[in-house]
């Protein structure tokens, strides 16, 4: 969901909230919802009306050309509302200190978000499994996936596992695609009955981002036949999987990833579909030489 439903979200709950009161029932609440709606739609509401608050200097930072004015934006963003969690983290990334000093600031920054949905009455224990659901959780939950991500790029990978198992807990329908990094982290690390319940967990569904880390898997632990029957099923869902072994073979897929040019394109059981599965373990594609190796023969079969 992009930020400017989130922004739509906010008004209706605004517009909801100085319109009814404790005794207001839910069909009245209902009522207010599609009167809002139309409004909309007709209008009479303009979400962007009005001076320019927080999370306008926000958007207004991701379409900045320079880093300078990428970062005025952002502190504006939190002088109009220290609280603003998503403009704090990217005031964290954009300062691209080393990973360490990073993820202590993630880490801090994860406990002010929490405290502050504490205060709107939101608790992990009271509301786990339908974060993001709920609007307030979502820069906390976007602090928490770039928090993974930190913990991946420093070679933690078993506390990024832990990090990614309790993000599916706070949000069951995984909304971020979590699992994905999930995947691939139980892959690199050659666990391959977590990586079962995972797949399982989610229907089972055969696509590219539970496929290929199963059959790396599979290849980790030696298991050829099981991870070769992985590989075939991936290429019936992906019919750029030949294509993906030919690339990373010839150290091509490195630069096409490189540029993130690819993400404009991206489509479900293609090229870009494995390139995005992939993003954010480049490092250990090298690593995984011998499989590149063996996984291209048996694809080319």
């Given at each position: 969901m992009s930020r400017e439903t989130e922004k739509i979200i906010k008004a209706m709950n605004k517009y909801i909230d100085e319109n009814s009161d404790e005794s207001t029932s839910q069909a009245d609440i209902d009522r207010l919802m599609q009167t809002f709606t139309q409004m909309l739609n007709s209008g009479k509401i303009d979400v962007n009306d009005g001076p320019m608050d927080s999370d306008d200097y926000l958007d207004a930072a991701y379409s900045s050309s320079s880093v300078k004015e990428f970062t005025d934006n952002i502190k504006m963003a939190l002088k109009l509302n220290p609280d603003n969690i998503d403009a704090e983290m990217e005031l964290i990334n954009v300062k691209n200190e080393n990973m360490t000093t990073t993820l202590n600031k993630l880490e801090k920054l994860i406990k002010k978000a929490e405290g502050i949905l504490e205060k709107d009455g939101i608790t992990v224990e009271g509301d786990k499994g339908d974060f993001w659901g709920i609007i307030e959780t979502r820069p906390y939950m976007r602090v928490r996936y770039t928090y993974l991500h930190g913990l991946i790029h420093a070679n933690m990978l078993r506390p990024a596992i832990a990090e990614a198992e309790y993000l599916l807990e706070l949000c069951e329908s995984d909304n971020l695609g979590v699992r994905y990094t999930l995947m691939m982290l139980y892959a690199v690390t050659g666990n391959v009955d977590e990586a079962l319940k995972l797949h399982k967990k989610f229907n089972s569904r055969e696509e590219s981002g539970m496929l290929l880390p199963l059959a790396i898997a599979y290849f980790c632990n030696r298991d050829l036949n099981k991870s070769r029957s992985y590989l075939k099923r991936l290429k019936k869902v992906n019919a750029d999987t030949l294509k993906f072994f030919e690339m990373w073979r010839r150290r091509e897929i490195y630069r096409y990833m490189e540029d993130g040019a690819y993400l404009e394109g991206y489509r479900m059981?293609?090229?870009?579909?494995?390139?995005?599965?992939?993003d954010a373990f480049v490092k250990y594609m090298p690593v995984l030489g011998?499989?590149?190796?063996?996984g291209y023969e048996q694809v080319k079969r």
């Amino acid at each position: 969901m992009s930020r400017e439903t989130e922004k739509i979200i906010k008004a209706m709950n605004k517009y909801i909230d100085e319109n009814s009161d404790e005794s207001t029932s839910q069909a009245d609440i209902d009522r207010l919802m599609q009167t809002f709606t139309q409004m909309l739609n007709s209008g009479k509401i303009d979400v962007n009306d009005g001076p320019m608050d927080s999370d306008d200097y926000l958007d207004a930072a991701y379409s900045s050309s320079s880093v300078k004015e990428f970062t005025d934006n952002i502190k504006m963003a939190l002088k109009l509302n220290p609280d603003n969690i998503d403009a704090e983290m990217e005031l964290i990334n954009v300062k691209n200190e080393n990973m360490t000093t990073t993820l202590n600031k993630l880490e801090k920054l994860i406990k002010k978000a929490e405290g502050i949905l504490e205060k709107d009455g939101i608790t992990v224990e009271g509301d786990k499994g339908d974060f993001w659901g709920i609007i307030e959780t979502r820069p906390y939950m976007r602090v928490r996936y770039t928090y993974l991500h930190g913990l991946i790029h420093a070679n933690m990978l078993r506390p990024a596992i832990a990090e990614a198992e309790y993000l599916l807990e706070l949000c069951e329908s995984d909304n971020l695609g979590v699992r994905y990094t999930l995947m691939m982290l139980y892959a690199v690390t050659g666990n391959v009955d977590e990586a079962l319940k995972l797949h399982k967990k989610f229907n089972s569904r055969e696509e590219s981002g539970m496929l290929l880390p199963l059959a790396i898997a599979y290849f980790c632990n030696r298991d050829l036949n099981k991870s070769r029957s992985y590989l075939k099923r991936l290429k019936k869902v992906n019919a750029d999987t030949l294509k993906f072994f030919e690339m990373w073979r010839r150290r091509e897929i490195y630069r096409y990833m490189e540029d993130g040019a690819y993400l404009e394109g991206y489509r479900m059981g293609t090229l870009e579909d494995l390139c995005t599965n992939f993003d954010a373990f480049v490092k250990y594609m090298p690593v995984l030489g011998s499989f590149v190796d063996w996984g291209y023969e048996q694809v080319k079969r």
